[in-house]
């Protein structure tokens, strides 16, 4: 079992950048793909970036290509989502999710959550 936590989150300006973290708990970090997902206030929770368990593969939304990257650190039991040029439809709660063996882009396959951390950006 792994637990998660994000940070990072904040009120940042169209065109901004943050910098968000997940820190995962236990000893077996590198055995789950990550992925980050965000949920908007009245929609549904909505893929963003996943990468596998080694950090050499990823895949993005099309909304988020070019603008965000997500990179694991295994040493640190930690993934993090760099965003930049942020727009105000980014705004949402960020969650990062873990997958024992391999990437996905939907929610419904990933086993364990963090409890989000909020993405404002202003216009």
């Known amino acids: 079992q792994v637990q998660l936590v994000e940070s990072g989150g904040g009120l940042v300006q169209a065109g901004g950048s943050l910098s968000l973290s997940c820190a995962a708990s236990g000893r077996t970090f590198s055995s789950y793909a990550m992925g980050w997902f965000r949920q908007a206030p009245g929609k549904e929770r909505e893929f963003v970036a996943t990468?596998?368990?080694?950090?050499?593969?990823?895949y993005y939304a099309d909304s988020v290509k070019g603008r965000f990257t997500i990179s694991r650190d295994n040493t640190k039991n930690t993934v993090y989502l760099q965003m930049n040029s942020l727009k105000p439809e980014d705004t949402a709660v960020y969650y990062c999710?873990?997958?024992?063996?391999?990437?996905?882009?939907?929610?419904?396959?990933?086993?364990?959550w963090g409890q989000g951390t909020q993405v404002t950006v202003s216009s």
């Open positions: 999710a873990a997958r024992r063996t391999i990437t996905g882009v939907t929610a419904d396959v990933y086993n364990y």
């Open positions: 990468i596998n368990r080694s950090g050499g593969s990823t």
